[in-house]
């Protein structure tokens, strides 16, 4: 049964950075797309930004300059590194599969706010 952790959330202010961390349990994690999806209240969840097994990355517009997504295989982790936050990042962050969804795990919550 794989697990997904996220951790790394918080409130910070506008303009500020965070990096989010996931942990994936399971074996062959470096075969699949991961990527970290967020839902703001009151909003559909959405994808942020997915990263392939070889590294190649891709954004959501909104979010495209300002945030990082990475992966280390070895630890089977995934990283979201976010700067010059704003108000409207505000959300609960997930990571997970690109394709082929698992269980959601709890998330983490960024609060941006001044």
């Known amino acids: 049964q794989v697990q997904l952790v996220e951790s790394g959330g918080g409130l910070v202010q506008p303009g500020g950075s965070l990096r989010l961390s996931c942990a994936v349990s399971?074996?062959?994690?470096?075969?699949?797309?991961m990527a970290w999806y967020r839902q703001a209240p009151g909003k559909q969840r959405e994808l942020v930004a997915g990263?392939?097994?070889?590294?190649?990355?891709n954004y959501a517009d909104s979010v495209k300059g300002r945030f990082t997504i990475s992966r280390d295989n070895a630890k089977k982790m995934v990283y979201l590194q976010m700067n010059s936050l704003k108000p409207e990042d505000t959300a609960i962050y997930y990571c997970?599969?690109?394709?082929?969804?698992?269980?959601w795990g709890q998330g983490t919550q960024v609060t941006v706010s001044s």
């Open positions: 399971g074996s062959l994690f470096s075969i699949y797309a």
């Open positions: 997970n599969r690109r394709v082929g969804i698992l269980d």
């Open positions: 990263i392939t097994s070889g590294g190649s990355t």
